[in-house]
């Protein structure tokens, strides 16, 4: 009953599909792909009608409940009379290039195990420089944290609604590069205000586009500290125009570093003095106010979920300033449109997906990872493996090893899991907002103790501001979210999960009510709720982990692992990979793991010696942090 529960929070996924054909995994295998499903429900009869309908819409067959269940010869309608019970939903499954798997006779150049935005631009890059690449994903879409969900009329995010590196210039608008790469450019509506923040002693920030505005509003709110204020923000600047003026590929190859070196010294200098520090400290070294200290712990926390003097500065500094520079910018039909585009552009560059992959074991001869083996008992084989699993679920699930590798254990030490979130999509009336009611808000009430504390600080994104046509006409999207851990939800009965749910999210939408919408509990016509478990289930992350957070004071990135690993032919990208957590972020640790693997499979320059030599010396580097 429990996964009956898990399966009806498509807070974090276009669910109503998995939940109908979960009920055996028979019945996913009987559906062809580009089928829609539309489960319409019919409460009041206890029932539901399931329509498989073809691309061309035709209907294929409509099935009760019960006839489907005879003629799939299932016994246990529960999980389809729940779901169906609770909301009536319409999917569509992404195209793919290929229907099924036959046997598998092909070795491929590189197996990508993920398909979220990590994955996807490693997978990209990997396939314009000629690779012959297989990207597997487990979910029915692509994106993982990246994605999507409909439903009743409302298209959904995930997780991600603020959006970085989807300017126009410079070389940090990775997600614009990977896009062009092949050949796609998205729709974008700038957003006027990154973050409107809601802190303790009615503290009220806008982060303004234009910096200046930006500045202007925070001195003029903390004038004592206007000198400390440009200080801080002027040395974000400086490590954000270093790396700006880099063509950014993998760290791990030593013969572009070597060019990138000669090429701009100063920019590699800058980068490298900022590597081992914080953010925290360095705001320390100009600002004194305790309560603008905070302010700036905020900025930190929307990157990191820690503090500043637990954010390493190149992070902090690649979000505070691409905001300004590149500006967020929110993809016209929501976010999830990237991971779309960037699949559909890889299979136009030759690439192969598939979905409902579901990556078992990553396989290995003589210690080198030379393939993987599916959920369905099936090899395939590849001269690498990326995983675009976190390294905890790539070491300590996907890997047969007895021992984690050294390094992997040292990265545990340094790093430890995230908290997850608890996440609350709603659609509501929209005369709740008030008419300029921002798109991003960051509200934590009463003390600022609380920053970090589960269910402290909430992040709401109200994407309907910006692009109206995500939901029905006269209706906004609510995307809340708030820090939770795994342990506050295991153990429950299937009916406390439930009421737990309500009552978390209830005190939410009243701390809302109280802040920022008088009335908001009223002019909700729509509401999932998603909790860790939910996010371990349809993002495939140990304990539905938002990334790795460091477990003590980090020295800045320098113990972060990058895209290599101690398994020969094994590589890693995504958020626990340097750079670390955010879409910005990942779109880099894909171009470096792309690099890395290309140089190795022959598709770019290497030097064995030179290799050699910088690796051991990373490896060395990490073990100062
Ligand atoms: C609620 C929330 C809000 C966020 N908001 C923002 C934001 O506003 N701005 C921002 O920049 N970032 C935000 N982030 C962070 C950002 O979304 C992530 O850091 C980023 O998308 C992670 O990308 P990834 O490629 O590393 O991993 P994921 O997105 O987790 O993708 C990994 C993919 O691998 C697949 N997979 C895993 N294991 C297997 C397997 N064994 N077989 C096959 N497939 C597998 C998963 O199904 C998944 O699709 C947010 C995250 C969350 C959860």
């Not at 047969?400 to 609350?424: G, H, M, R, V, W």
Request: aromatic share 8%; charged share 20%; proline share 5%.
């Amino acid at each position: 009953m429990m996964d009956i529960v898990d399966r009806l929070s498509p807070a974090m996924a276009s669910s109503a599909y998995s939940i109908a054909f979960s009920a055996t995994d028979s019945c996913i295998n009987c559906l062809p792909l580009q089928t829609i499903i539309h489960i319409h429900a019919r409460p009041w009869k206890k029932t539901a009608l399931i329509c498989r309908v073809s691309s061309s819409t035709s209907v294929l067959s409509v099935h009760s409940v019960n006839s489907y269940h005879r003629h799939h010869g299932i016994n246990d309608s529960r999980n389809v009379l729940a779901m169906a019970s609770s909301a009536e939903s319409l999917v569509t499954i992404p195209s793919s290039n290929s229907t099924r798997f036959s046997n598998e006779k092909e070795d491929y150049d590189a197996i990508v195990v993920g398909a979220g935005i990590g994955g996807l631009v490693a997978a990209t890059q990997l396939a314009i420089r000629g690779a012959n690449v297989l990207l597997l994903e487990k979910y029915l879409i692509p994106g993982g944290s990246s994605g999507y969900y409909k439903r009743d009329g409302y298209t959904f995010d995930v997780g991600s609604s603020v959006m970085f590196g989807c300017g126009d210039k410079g070389s940090v608008n990775l997600i614009t590069r990977a896009l062009a790469d092949v050949g796609r450019k998205l729709d974008l509506i700038p957003d006027p205000t990154t973050v409107h923040y809601h802190m303790p002693n009615a503290l009220s920030v806008r982060v303004h586009r234009d910096y200046e505005a930006f500045i202007g509003e925070l001195t003029h709110i903390f004038p004592h500290e206007t000198q400390g204020i440009r200080s801080f923000y002027g040395e974000c600047w400086r490590v954000f125009n270093a790396l700006n003026s880099l063509e950014l590929k993998s760290l791990e190859e030593p013969l572009y570093l070597f060019g990138q070196f000669f090429r701009n010294p100063i920019a590699c200098l800058t980068l490298a003095y900022y590597l081992p520090q914080n953010a925290g400290d360095i705001a320390r070294k100009y600002i004194k106010d305790p309560q603008l200290l905070s302010f700036i712990d905020a900025e930190c926390f929307i990157v990191s979920t820690v503090d500043a003097c637990r954010t390493p500065m190149i992070n902090a500094s690649m979000v505070i300033c691409d905001r300004h520079y590149g500006g967020i910018n929110y993809p016209l039909g929501g976010v999830g449109g990237i991971a779309q585009q960037l699949a559909d552009g890889f299979i136009e560059k030759g690439g192969r997906i598939e979905y409902r992959a579901n990556v078992k074991k990553i396989l290995m001869k003589d210690s080198k990872a030379v393939g993987v083996k599916l959920a369905t008992g099936q090899e395939i084989f590849a001269k690498v493996v990326v995983s675009n699993a976190t390294r905890w679920d790539t070491f300590e699930k996907l890997l047969d090893t007895n021992q984690i590798p050294k390094e992997e254990q040292s990265f545990q030490k340094c790093y430890q899991k995230a908290p997850s979130f608890l996440s609350i999509h709603m659609g509501v009336k929209a005369e709740v907002l008030p008419p300029d009611t921002d798109c991003h808000h960051l509200v934590l009430e009463d003390d600022w103790k609380n920053l970090e504390a589960p269910y402290g600080t909430i992040f709401l994104s109200i994407p309907t501001v910006l692009d109206p046509s995500l939901a029905p006409s006269g209706r906004h999207i609510l995307h809340i979210f708030t820090t939770a851990w795994m342990d506050d939800w295991e153990g429950l009965s299937p009916a406390d999960y439930v009421a737990k749910k309500e009552a978390v999210a209830d005190l939410i939408i009243q701390r809302l009510e109280k802040t920022l919408f008088p009335g908001l509990k009223d002019a909700v016509t729509f509401k999932e709720v998603g909790t860790p478990k939910t996010h371990r289930r349809f993002l495939a992350r140990d304990e539905g982990t938002y990334g790795p957070i460091p477990s003590g004071r980090p020295k800045g990135l320098l113990g972060m692992p990058f895209n290599t690993t101690a398994v020969e032919g094994l590589y890693c990208v995504g958020d626990s990979c340097f750079p670390g957590q955010g879409v910005i972020a990942v779109a880099f640790s894909g171009v470096m793991c792309a690099h890395r693997v290309a140089a190795d499979i022959g598709l770019e320059r290497r030097s064995a010696i030179l290799d050699k030599g910088l690796l051991s010396l990373l490896s060395w580097f990490r073990t100062l942090a």
